[in-house]
């Protein structure tokens, strides 16, 4: 039997998003701080039997239902492919979130365990933007793999980042890609996170991006269900796919949270921005439960934002206390 994760103000958690390492093979700014970076050594996090062992306690003792694969990049974990086969075990709807320049490695992988979901990152669509964005000069095989995933019949959706000044002239061309190709291509608002320098300026806001897409397209209004992060659009009737924005800074969807993170080292944090964070991993070694300490956790969460802030205008950057975005887990 299963009991619900339900915090203090009503909201059921059932989906997970789950670190397994904080690695990456690019050095994204607005996710890496902007200092020189030291990847936690392999004994501080989760190996693949703790990973599936807590994993199992959320599905199987709290009605989790979905888990998302997170880093980091978590196609560079050696063993992603022992994690992959033994989360595919439990009654989950399970998919990854990745840059996408390892996907290749992993398609069969991922079609042999029922992994449907794919989330990818692609903030740029210029190979000069994106290598100063990524501080990879991969753009070829990202898209690559894209085009793979879409043909093999995975469900893509595609990520950027829009900032100020840095590729917020992209908008048009990246929307377009969602009438092309059967994806949902979204945007999201850049969020303050420790060490990456966040600007309230470089924040574009969602208003301000459909302005900007209006200009060209007559876009669609889709319905949004309760538990969606992002706000979906159609460009066109005949549109293959839709788009969509993350708009966590300028108007929040916080009400309808139903996710909880784990990080890579095994401390649950019952919101991105949150402070507090829930060392599970640390009595799961000692062989102690842990049951008690998740619904402390999840029951703790703020009413949004983690308690940091309430909206863009009462953002101070340097107060928050956070870990940077590649140590919470995308």
């Known amino acids: 039997m299963s009991t619900n994760l339900t915090d203090a103000f009503g909201r059921k958690h059932t989906y997970l998003r789950l670190s397994i390492t904080d690695s990456c093979n690019f050095r994204c700014l607005y996710c890496m701080p902007n200092e020189p970076f030291t990847s936690s050594p392999s004994s501080k996090l989760m190996n693949s039997d703790e990973i599936f062992g807590i994993s199992k306690i959320f599905v199987e003792q709290f009605g989790i239902n979905k888990i998302r694969i997170t880093g980091g990049e978590p196609l560079v974990r050696q063993d992603f492919d022992e994690i992959i086969q033994k989360l595919a075990t439990l009654n989950i709807s399970l ?12 398609f069969n992988l991922l079609k042999v365990h029922n992994v449907q979901h794919l989330n990818i990152s692609i903030d740029s669509l210029d190979e000069e933007r994106f290598k100063q964005i990524t501080k990879r000069d991969l753009l070829p095989q990202v898209w690559e793999n894209i085009m793979h995933s879409i043909d093999l019949g995975f469900k893509v959706k595609l990520n950027a980042v829009i900032m100020r000044g840095v590729n917020d002239d992209e908008l048009l061309p990246l929307v377009a890609l969602s009438h092309r190709y059967p994806i949902e291509m979204r945007f999201i ?10 600007e309230r300026g470089k924040v574009i806001s969602v208003n301000e991006m459909l302005n900007i897409i209006a200009k ?3 876009y669609i209004k889709l319905v949004d269900e309760k538990h969606d992060t992002s706000r979906k659009y159609r460009l066109t009737e005949d549109s293959k796919g839709i788009f969509g924005f993350i708009s966590t800074m300028s108007n929040a969807f916080c009400g309808g949270c139903n996710r909880i993170r784990l990080t890579s080292d095994g401390k649950m944090k019952n919101c991105l921005f949150g402070a507090e964070e829930f060392d599970l991993l640390n009595l799961y070694r000692q062989g102690k439960d842990i049951s008690s300490l998740i619904k402390e956790g999840v029951w703790r969460k703020h009413k949004e934002k983690g308690g940091q802030f309430t909206e863009i205008n009462t953002v101070d950057s340097q107060k928050m206390v ?8 995308g």
């Open 95 to 106: 998919g990854v979130t990745t840059n996408g320049v390892l996907l290749d490695r992993y």
């Open 189 to 198: 608002e850049f969020m303050p996170f420790y060490g990456n320098t966040w």
């Open 216 to 218: 060209e397209y007559s």
């Open 322 to 329: 956070n870990r940077s975005m590649i140590k919470i887990g």
